[in-house]
């Protein structure tokens, strides 16, 4: 798989990156299996892909997912990129709760270096932003850490305008993570042409709109309590019926083409800026053979044009509950 520069501070990853969050957390647990999770972690890197992404959060502050990857890529570490994340206070449940103080990120970064048996962290992004913590104290402490050399490169994930500027400003940033696919936009307006004037590049998770874009998709009812596509506003109602009509179609520009719609998405995501590398995730080996694929689609002005006539501003329905949604 072809290589794409990340940032102007010479972070260069494979195009597709291999998102974790999936094998500990949030799409039904009682899929999680270690053993599989590891053999398609390894099998990522076989197939060319070098980004892999966890986050304290996905282990819950108890380490589980950053321990899997830490495991699984020891044989090829140093050819590969680690990106892991702070951000969170891990005490509180409701995943609301915010802790970006530089003592907390020091010891959040001392863990992960534990779990992921390495001794320095590619990608360090801060998971959200803090209220509490001024942007420029984070970007002061990860500097301190990327001078230490425990730490590679400095990433934030759904910050806003003013906040990356900030941060940028006290330590260059190299990489955003936000959502961002076929069903999403909320980055083109302002973020991109921000990230693309800053020289940072661009990490688009759920690049498959939460499973949405695989084809595979049932109503929120249909999904256990521990997903969270059981809640999730897109599954709602009508919300759901307007979504896989737009899938349906997405499916037949795909057919036309001889790809499947994930993949369809994939290089959609892909055409949209040589500075983008999205992360879909998956505990497959065969959904993530048939991602790392999507890599070698090119589409036409046509098919791109045609993508946007189905779904001009992404899905219908917001992607997180308001209390839930990333601050400005």
Same mark, same amino acid.
């Given at each position: 798989m072809h290589h794409r520069k990340l940032g102007t501070q010479g972070l260069e990853t494979s195009a597709l990156?291999?998102?974790t969050m999936g094998m500990t957390m949030a799409y039904g647990t009682a899929q999680n299996d270690d053993a599989r999770n590891?053999?398609?972690i390894r099998r990522a890197f076989?197939?060319?892909v070098t980004l892999f992404d966890t986050a304290e959060l996905y282990g819950g502050g108890t380490g589980t997912n950053e321990k899997l990857v830490g495991e699984a890529v020891k044989g090829f570490r140093s050819e590969i990129t680690i990106a892991t994340k702070f951000g969170f206070d891990m005490s509180d449940p409701t995943f609301m709760g915010r802790d970006s103080r530089p003592d907390h990120i020091r010891e959040v970064v001392e863990n992960s270096l534990r779990y992921l048996q390495t001794d320095y962290i590619d990608v360090l992004y801060q998971h959200r932003t803090d209220p509490d913590v001024a942007?420029?104290?984070v970007a002061g402490t990860v500097r301190e850490l990327i001078d230490a050399g425990k730490v590679r490169y400095f990433g934030l994930s759904e910050a806003g305008v003013d906040t990356i500027r900030r941060a940028h400003a006290i330590q260059p940033v190299s990489v955003l993570q936000t959502e961002y696919s076929i069903f999403e936009r909320q980055a083109e307006p302002e973020i991109l042409p921000l990230l693309r004037e800053l020289g940072i590049g661009f990490v688009p998770y759920s690049p498959l709109g939460r499973g949405f874009l695989t084809g595979e998709i049932k109503p929120a009812s249909e999904y256990p309590e521990d997903d969270m596509r *059981?809640?999730?506003d897109r599954w709602q109602g009508e919300n759901f019926t307007r979504n896989k009509a +737009?899938?349906?179609?997405? *499916?037949?520009v795909a057919k036309s083409k001889g790809v499947s719609?994930?993949?369809l998405?994939? +290089?959609?995501?892909?055409?949209q800026g040589d500075d983008i590398v999205p992360i879909p995730g998956t505990r497959s080996e065969t959904r993530l053979a048939e991602n790392v694929a999507a890599a070698d689609i090119t589409l036409s002005e046509e098919d791109l044009a045609r993508v946007h006539e189905i779904l001009p501003d992404g899905s219908y329905g917001s992607r997180y509950p308001a209390e839930m949604m990333p601050d400005a």
């Open positions: 990156g291999l998102g590891i053999a398609t076989d197939l060319g942007i420029e104290d *059981s809640w999730d +737009a899938v349906d179609q997405l *499916s037949r719609v994930t993949q998405a994939l +290089a959609w995501l892909l055409a």
